[in-house]
């Protein structure tokens, strides 16, 4: 069973740049592929960005591309999201996910374990 612990969300204006850090107890960390999702009030979980078990393979969502990236570090079981000039649409709660294979995937109905969240608000 994998644990997912999310930080870094907050309250920031848009332009600023934050960094989410999701800490996974589990010990075989590098088998997993990780990413990050996120939910605004009435609306669908939707995928953010994914990464692969080694840190080489990445994707992210279109809304995000440019602006978003993804990184891990498997030394310390962390997966990272790196979040520049935020925009009002970018608020909600930001959600780690971890998949127990090893390449990546953008549908949340292909990760087993979530952590359990954290708020992200750009304010105009």
């Known amino acids: 069973q994998v644990q997912l612990v999310e930080s870094g969300g907050g309250l920031v204006q848009a332009g600023d740049s934050l960094r989410l850090s999701c800490a996974a107890s589990?010990?075989?960390?590098?088998?997993?592929?990780m990413g990050w999702f996120r939910q605004a009030p009435g609306k669908e979980r939707e995928f953010v960005a994914t990464?692969?078990?080694?840190?080489?393979?990445?994707n992210v969502a279109t809304s995000v591309k440019g602006r978003f990236s993804i990184s891990r570090d498997n030394a310390k079981n962390t997966v990272d999201l790196q979040m520049n000039s935020l925009k009002p649409e970018d608020t909600a709660v930001y959600y780690c996910?971890?998949?127990?294979?090893?390449?990546?995937?953008?549908?949340?109905?292909?990760?087993?374990?979530w952590g359990q969240g954290t708020q992200v608000t750009v304010s105009s």
């Open positions: 589990e010990r075989t960390f590098s088998n997993y592929a």
């Open positions: 990464i692969n078990w080694i840190g080489r393979i990445t």
């Open positions: 996910a971890a998949r127990q294979v090893s390449f990546i995937a953008s549908s949340p109905n292909e990760y087993s374990y």
